[in-house]
């Protein structure tokens, strides 16, 4: 009995010892800052992509137009500057409200610019938050940067009725091939994970979204950034108009708008 007892003493003082550095780890990383945090992605993304604002959200419009969806509230979660929001309540009744959630404090600086009686930004994670859930939540260009992207995904589900996403399909063929590009987004944009069309409905259904509708969004051509840039759109426009699909999966250039509940 007695070595039994020492045993479990010992085991006990392992225990305790193993709890106190698991204690600390979990602590570093939740006192570790975020790129979007800390500051780093401003540095490297100063306007927070309001350029690629406006068209965005004519996306969004032509997917809530297709399925006649009229919210009274819109959310979205990592709102950036919040220009896609302000481009939103140009086009949609005056009587709908906004809210903008954005964990970085420099994005939210550039979100009190455009704030208004019925569009409000906060600085906080929408998931942390006790907010009521939304007619329609917006999810643009997000959770490839979420470490754990599932559990956002799950964790989100609940939050509106009608869920938006827009999503980068950055594994296309020749991106895989010459390798630099999707490292360049690793770097620059903070892309942890890469999609194709297939994976991102399947990363949505496994989740326990519905699928109501979907569509690609040529950003690459709508808005190229480069000489490059514009000389690759020609590509893609004359293969898209043979099969998209194809395209899409050889060149890349393209993201996906997902409708979903």
């Known amino acids: 009995l007695c070595a039994c007892g020492g045993l479990s003493s010992d085991f006990e003082i392992l225990s305790r ?19 979007y945090q800390s500051g780093e992605y401003v540095e490297k993304n100063p306007t927070y992509h309001v350029e690629d604002s406006a068209w965005k959200a004519a996306q969004i ?56 009686e019925r569009l409000r930004f906060y600085c906080q994670d929408l998931l942390e938050t006790e907010a009521k ?31 938006i996403f827009h999503i980068p399909l950055d594994m296309s063929a020749q991106w895989v091939l010459r390798g630099h590009p999707i490292m360049l987004e690793r770097r620059e944009v903070g892309h942890l994970h890469y999609f194709m069309k297939e994976t991102a409905l399947a990363a949505l259904a496994e989740t326990g979204y519905e699928i109501v509708d979907q569509f690609y969004t040529p950003g690459a051509l709508l808005n190229p950034r480069s000489l490059k840039a514009r000389l690759a759109s020609w590509p893609r426009k004359l293969f898209s108009l043979v099969n998209q699909d194809l395209a899409v999966r050889l060149l890349g250039g393209y993201s996906l708008l997902v409708l979903a509940k």
């Open 133 to 163: 859930p939304f007619d329609l939540l917006l999810c643009i260009d997000v959770f490839e940067h979420v470490e754990d992207y599932m559990g956002f995904l799950r964790r989100l589900r609940a939050r509106a009725e009608w869920k």
């Open 17 to 35: 010892i193993q709890n106190l550095k698991t204690g600390s780890i979990l602590q570093g990383r939740m006192m570790e800052k975020s790129i």
């Open 61 to 116: 419009i032509k997917m809530m137009r297709r399925h006649a969806i009229e919210p009274r509230t819109v959310c979205e979660i990592g709102c950036g500057a919040g220009e896609i929001l302000r481009q939103l309540q140009l086009d949609l009744p005056p009587s709908t409200e906004f809210y903008g959630y954005e964990i970085s404090p420099a994005a939210f600086a550039l979100c009190r610019e455009r704030a208004n």
